[in-house]
């Protein structure tokens, strides 16, 4: 046998963008031959940007004398592809084209245009489809239906051509097949069309740095001018080097090391960055443009914990010796659950946020009378305030069942957020159990039952003459409830919460038509507060003060 005697290594990447390539692996490992790249003003190619709404943003440069051999080819669409699937989130947020520039002519236009208005030739196709057809054709590629959703609903497709008229790309589907890369191919021109500016920046930095390797003048760079559709004039790719100072005995504490400022430079030089040793022992170092993951000080650090090797580092013991426990009120809450779904309820999982209507109007409730925290320019109108009640969210699942068989009957054991000016952040979170109980009748029985279960296993007894000691019912009015079939419920002279049928009009708000009794209560102020007070101390007493909510 023939056998090579090659030697063969497995290497582990950890950083995605710096080290994904054989070329930017070589320079990894020999550090001191680490070149800094250069860029140079080209005022003739231009890349004009006009109206683009649904990818706003783009970046340029050009790659001169480039020489292409096979394997440099496979990398460098290897590079395209790696970036794609990571950074550019799958061309979400970022889509890089690569052209011939000896094909085309500049300067180049970015426009979006309506599909029936865009005809030419696709990559590796033999005739010219329109934008429409281009869908059309790839929605069964294996590779490219993946990106077709990103603009298949847009009334425009974004399209980029150059002063001839000839098309270029149609981001983030299909380059054009006018323009394309071969292996004879010596000028490259790179445009990178985002929703994302920032990640366009970091995708056009790598791209320029790891290739201009292969230029006539290595890594030397052509600058593109990026016209804005403002008129405002931006020059890309940047290549910003930047100095960063770290405090060396700060970088051996946070590490665990015990290392001399000059073997803490040594060890970034083993990372590709070039770092100097200041007179007062601090690290002064330079973070290049491929290294835009670096934005802190603790980037600094871990890159010198990697450097020295995280099997290197000394295991000591914690100044502080601490013994894992639950927070009592998260193991009240898991106990509560399972006895809850043993008495023949079923779990639900509601979002903590809702419609203010979902709070006020569908309750029957003014929504300046919830203490209600808002959210500032909300997505959706699902999601404009944070939940006061447990409610909203279960009787939208009991909406979203109603083929299933009747009774129904779920619960759910959350937090609800709280407006509360008295704390620091304003707001406060506060652990309620609810339940409701929908059937052809109102089944109050059922619910009441409930909540019997739930004082009995939390050991509260039940007050008969209606004393400080136990708990009871008593009646109470409340919009969301049908007139008198509400009552509060309290524990040792306190009102921790609600229960009863609720009023017809709130069963409809939610496109609901079986009547339905709920059950809601504080689950902090049951008679388990004196458990927590064992581990919070000054914080039930608080607690208790804060339940007013139930009083309105």
Known sequence: MNASSQDTFLICVARPYEVILAESLLLAVTPEQRPEGKTRRATEYLLRLYA????????????????????????????????HQNICRKRSLVAIGTHDLDTIKGPFVYNAQPPADIKFKPLNQSKEFSGSEIMELYSTHPQLKQYLPIIRDSSVYPIIYDSNG????????INGDHSKITLNTKNVFIECTATDITKAKVVLDTLVCMFSEYCSEKYEVEACQVVQSDGTIVTYPELEYRQELVDSTR???????????????????KMCLKTEVTAEGSLKVEVPPTRHDIIHACDVYEDVAIAYGYNNINKTVPRTSTIAAQFPVNKLSDQLREEIAQAGFTEALTFSLCSSDDISTKLNRHIKDVPAVLISNPKTLEFQVARTTLLPGLLKTLAANKKMPLPLKIFEVSDVILRDISTEVGARNERRLCAVNCNKSPGFEVIHGLLDRVMTLLEIPKSVDKNIVGYYLQAT??????????????????????????HPDVITSFDLALPISCLEINVIATGYLSIFSEFIPGVCGAIFDSLSEFKK
Do not use: W
């Open 52 to 83: 683009c709404l649904i990818r706003p943003h783009a970046v340029a440069a050009v790659l001169r004398n480039v020489t292409f051999t096979k394997e440099r080819y496979n990398s460098f669409i290897d590079l395209q592809d790696k970036l």
């Open 166 to 173: 000839v098309v270029l790309s149609m981001p983030p589907i």
């Open 251 to 269: 970088t051996n504490q946070y590490i665990g090391i015990s290392e001399t400022p000059s073997q803490l430079a040594a060890l970034l030089g």
């Open 477 to 502: 009015d409340d919009p969301a409830f049908f007139p008198q079939r509400c009552a509060e419920v309290v524990v040792n002279g306190r009102v921790i919460g609600r229960m009863g049928v609720l």
